[in-house]
DNA sequence: ATAAATACCGAATGAAATTCGGTGAAAACG
DNA sequence: CGTTTTCACCGAATTTCATTCGGTATTTAT
């Protein structure tokens, strides 16, 4: 087993647990995964395998966690986007609210500081259907009131890069 | 040059534009883009060429938008996620508004409906980068105040499926 | 100083994407 | 209706790319 040191890489990967090839790396994949490897390397200076072996530990270590197709919340039939502030008595609806992610509608579920507890992005076929999700959360125990924002244009949606 | 027609498609493809299939090869990139299309092609009973095609067809079309790796925030050095809401006098500040794009911390920007005319969603390196957004922000003409969300845990996080 | 670990490369291999006719069924047309 | 066109699919062939495999140089630990 390797001992302790107490000194710092000089160059190459510090703390943070990746160099600067790898941000640059990450970076190219958060805008475009589909990619080849001998591309990417090309512009990072690297042959095909080191980007592999590079992109495989970042996957291994938890830096990447997923790859995913992102769809177009109009074509796919859900135009209406908007942002529900939830707030509670106390934090016994924070589990029932996590019954939640079964929907599909719903994207995001964070718990906040602030004027409220938990704030909802979700994106439904219509006002209707918004009408309905709200039902939905007011019957959970605990829901004391709503605030719902409808998003009218959507200038930049991205992961973190 | 084909001819007009009122008569819909009875099987396949509807006013929609996708399928059944269609709809399932969406649901299964959103959240696995890594797949083989043999392998997404047998669990939908297609052979692979034929997956290639529709998805080939689902990007022209713009279904797909992009293919992307989601980055884990706090490994990248950015734990700090929060939801800005921004009130402006006026719709001048939309412009000025839209230069935030250029910063990387900043994931999403909406105008919505409701007591608020601008939601940002940021990720931060800690809380003196968010003070110093603020600030920039502050600086904008227009903007009359700011309220902020600060998340604590993260319960959902997906993009449409 | 020496041993161990790491990151890289070029070459070889394997798997997957992509291309290419060919077929059958449905839609459009007259 | 019968005919033509379009469409989605398949299997086989091809090509591109991911992945594996030594081998080397550099750095890190002992």
Not at 14 to 26: H, P, Q, V
Not at 131 to 149: F, H, M, N, Q, W
Request: net charge positive; hydrophobic share 35%.
């Amino acid at each position: 087993m390797p001992k302790e040191t107490n000194r710092l890489r000089e160059n190459g990967r510090t703390k943070a647990g990746f160099d600067e090839k790898d941000r640059m790396l990450l970076r190219l994949l958060a805008q475009d995964a589909t990619r080849s490897y001998a591309d990417m390397g090309a512009q990072i200076h690297l042959s095909p395998p080191a980007v592999h072996e590079r992109v495989k530990r970042l996957k291994r270590d938890g830096y990447i966690r997923a790859t995913v197709s992102l769809l177009d919340g109009e074509k796919i039939g859900r135009p209406l986007l908007s942002f529900i502030h939830v707030d509670t008595t106390g934090w016994g609806a924070k589990s029932p609210m996590r019954a939640l992610s079964e929907l599909e509608e719903v994207e995001e579920i964070h718990t906040v500081t602030g004027d409220t507890c938990v704030i909802l992005k979700v994106r439904m076929p219509g006002t209707q259907a918004l009408e309905d999700l709200l039902a939905r959360i007011y019957r959970i125990e605990g829901v004391k009131g709503t605030r719902s924002y409808v998003a009218l244009s959507t200038y930049l949606e991205r992961g973190p890069t």
